[in-house]
């Protein structure tokens, strides 16, 4: 059987391990400022207005580093033509107990890149709406109802995925903070 499924198209969502435990969360935060936006529910916190960004603090160099030889594997995968591959933004949310992010995509950006610095039990996970739901609507599917798929993830794991990708994140239940670093990612022709 599995020599007859074609994979016509190549994966959408990549997700890999990176070991933050090197990087000093506590010291990259509270270099970063923060404020309430309108993309976030309850007790949630943005830095995607305020400078300095992520990518540019010395302490999170390797792990850019890192992430940028990721993106340029995921474009050779999708065989994209580009000369070089930067970081255009970048930003941290936390998500304190009943915080989460309402649906949206990450518009002209190439490649999005979400990093878990800080995910406790039962704070939430990220759900993805299937790019092929309005194509699916007559088939006799299970999930036809709910066009989201939720991707479980913990702490160190890292996901990218083409910023046109609709996603949501779940509401904290968890009394810890959840943590994550965003990255769009554009490349040069």
């Known amino acids: 059987m599995s020599n007859d499924i074609i994979d016509w198209y190549p994966k959408l969502i990549y997700k890999f391990n990176y070991d933050f435990s090197n990087i000093p969360t506590e010291l990259i935060i509270n270099k970063l400022s923060f404020d309430c936006i309108d993309l976030q529910r309850g007790n949630a916190l943005s830095s995607v207005h305020k400078n300095p960004h992520p990518h540019q603090l010395e302490e999170n160099k390797c792990f850019v580093f890192w992430m940028l030889d990721k993106c340029k594997n995921i474009f050779d ?42 995910k406790p039990q039962n704070s939430g996970e990220i759900l ?20 989201w798929r939720k991707l479980i993830t913990k702490e160190n794991d890292v996901l990218f995925f083409p910023g046109w990708l609709y996603h949501k994140v779940e509401k904290n239940n968890s009394n810890q903070d959840r943590i994550v670093m965003t990255y769009n990612i554009q490349i040069t022709t």
């Open 77 to 118: 995968i999708w065989e994209y033509d580009y000369k070089d591959v930067v970081v255009s933004n970048s930003w941290c949310n936390i998500h304190k107990k009943s915080g989460e992010t309402k649906e949206h995509n990450h518009g002209m950006s190439n490649l999005s890149v979400v990093s878990y610095l800080k």
């Open 128 to 147: 993805f709406r299937d790019p092929l739901d309005i194509y699916k609507s007559m088939e006799p599917s299970r999930n036809i109802s709910n066009p």
